[in-house]
């Protein structure tokens, strides 16, 4: 009865919320206490730090835009042709086939991001992601010259409205084209790409499609998106917490050194910890949290917090270093560990894996050569007394350049190929055919059984050969 107190009153039309819990004053880092959005526009301070992402930005940026352009063997670095189903990665070719090749590559990728979590925390998102790069060293650079504040951040200083709008809409959009594009070569090859772009797009209208959706959800993301795509949408961040150990480096705010918090200036006795709860660590964060909270999964490990805070002890005479990479168990006085189950047991899979890629790449050929019996009877008599089985050759080129094959029958010595279809068959880079083909066997060479083991050699114009076994079936005796 008593719980009965709690619950509002309704009278008439009126709702008394009195005794309604109070919202906090940000329900997430980029929603307002009301619902509506909160806009993140943070400061930017140059720190040691921030100058080192940089550099190493604006070199992502350039290996990303130059990385399909490459060639390895004739062939880019990487090349996800889906349609085609067809994958380059460092001038090798995987195919359909090559299921467990493709297996190991996505679980290697996986242990590599597993691991590099464990050691570094989330290095990737706050220093090589995409997403991040583009965002705090392209578009956010492109929002501070409209809003008049270059090299500081915070607050516009001049709306955005009139031709300032317009002008960044249009820089937006070049921008997001020349990314859609770069992104498109990676799943279609700068060489059909540059055919797309001098061509028409009525005579391509489906890859002209492709191209103005990824413009416009780079748009979408960059231009209003933004921060959520970390905080909301990326699940990387919520990996990170079975991901994570004590011992792992992290983006960490030291409570034992900044506590208790006071502003202003600090006197002898005061108790007061070093942290002058300036929120300068608040206002130049990216994603809109407060650091010193702890471990949250939205800090994604920019060190921008590291950098003010820095600035701000050396400005009060106090040491760096309040808020710096660090673990937890570090934090807690503990000894940081580098072998530890994690640190050991992810290189050992990580190895074993590399060495099974190794060991299942270098069992592949130059081309795919497989048998495959023709339909119908499983032996055909002749009048003279010989005995032909029919079969399909399924021949994959998984070279870059066209070759042409010969075929020949070593066991038995007597058999003799009838091929339906070309003498020689010629394959196209990256191409497969299925040849139909005949062996002829003298019905002497058939033992009681009614079968004898044979031999298939193929070889292309390269040199490259495949033997292939196979049963031929005939009358048993």
Avoid at 1 to 22: F, Q, R, W, Y
Avoid at 330 to 357: H, N, S
Avoid at 380 to 385: I, L, W
Avoid at 406 to 415: G, L, N, W
Wanted: charged content about 25%.
């Amino acid at each position: 009865m008593n719980d009965a107190k709690t619950l509002p009153v309704i009278s008439g039309n009126k709702t008394d919320d009195s005794s309604m819990l109070e919202s906090p004053e940000h329900v997430l880092s980029t929603l307002e206490k009301d619902g509506s959005r909160r806009w993140l526009r943070p400061t930017l301070s140059t720190g040691f730090w921030w100058k080192w992402r940089r550099w190493i930005a604006y070199g992502l940026v350039a290996f990303f835009v130059a990385l399909p352009h490459i060639r390895i063997g004739g062939l880019p670095p990487i090349l996800l042709d889906v349609p085609a189903r067809r994958f380059v990665f460092l001038g090798h070719v995987f195919l359909p086939t090559d299921t467990l090749l493709l297996a190991l590559v996505m679980l290697g990728v996986f242990l590599t991001i597993v691991l590099a979590t464990a050691l570094t925390g989330r290095i990737w998102c706050g220093w090589a992601c995409p997403q991040t790069v583009y965002m705090e060293y392209l578009f956010r650079p492109i929002d501070r010259w409209f809003e008049g504040t270059v090299g500081k951040g915070g607050q516009a200083k001049r709306p955005i409205e009139g031709w300032r709008r317009i002008a960044r809409w249009a820089v937006y959009v070049v921008l997001c084209m020349f990314l859609a594009h770069t992104f498109l070569a990676y799943f279609v090859g700068t060489d059909r790409l540059a055919e797309w772009i001098r061509s028409s797009p009525i005579e391509h209208p489906a890859a002209f499609l492709v191209m103005g959706v990824t413009t416009g959800l780079m748009l979408f993301d960059f231009l209003f998106f933004r921060e959520q795509l970390c905080l909301i949408a990326c699940p990387y961040g919520r990996f990170q917490s079975v991901m994570l150990d004590r011992q792992s480096m992290i983006v960490a705010y030291d409570t034992k050194r900044g506590e208790p918090r006071k502003r202003g200036k600090h006197v002898p006795g005061d108790g007061a910890g070093d942290c002058v709860d300036c929120h300068q660590c608040v206002r130049v964060c990216p994603t809109g949290i407060d650091i010193r909270e702890g471990l949250q999964l939205e800090c994604i490990n920019c060190t921008q917090c590291i950098d003010a805070c820095d600035d701000v002890m050396t400005k009060v005479g106090k040491p760096k270093g309040l808020i710096r990479y660090s673990s937890q168990d570090a934090l807690d006085g503990k000894k940081l560990k580098f072998f530890r189950f994690r640190t050991v047991a992810y290189p050992a899979l990580l190895v074993a894996v590399g060495i099974g890629f190794l060991a299942v790449l270098s069992t592949k050929y130059a081309f795919d050569a497989r048998l495959i019996r023709g339909k119908g009877n499983p032996f055909h008599r002749h009048v003279t007394g010989n005995v032909s089985n029919q079969f399909r050759l399924r021949l994959v080129n998984r070279t870059n350049e066209p070759r042409e094959y010969s075929v020949e029958i070593v066991k038995p010595e007597t058999a003799m190929i009838r091929e339906i279809g070309d003498d020689s068959p010629k394959l196209k880079s990256n191409a497969t055919e299925l040849v139909p083909l005949v062996v002829e066997v003298p019905g002497k060479v058939f033992g009681p059984g009614g079968n004898v083991q044979g031999e298939l050699r193929i070889r292309d114009d390269a040199g490259n050969e495949r033997t292939l076994q196979m049963q031929l079936l005939g009358p048993r005796r």
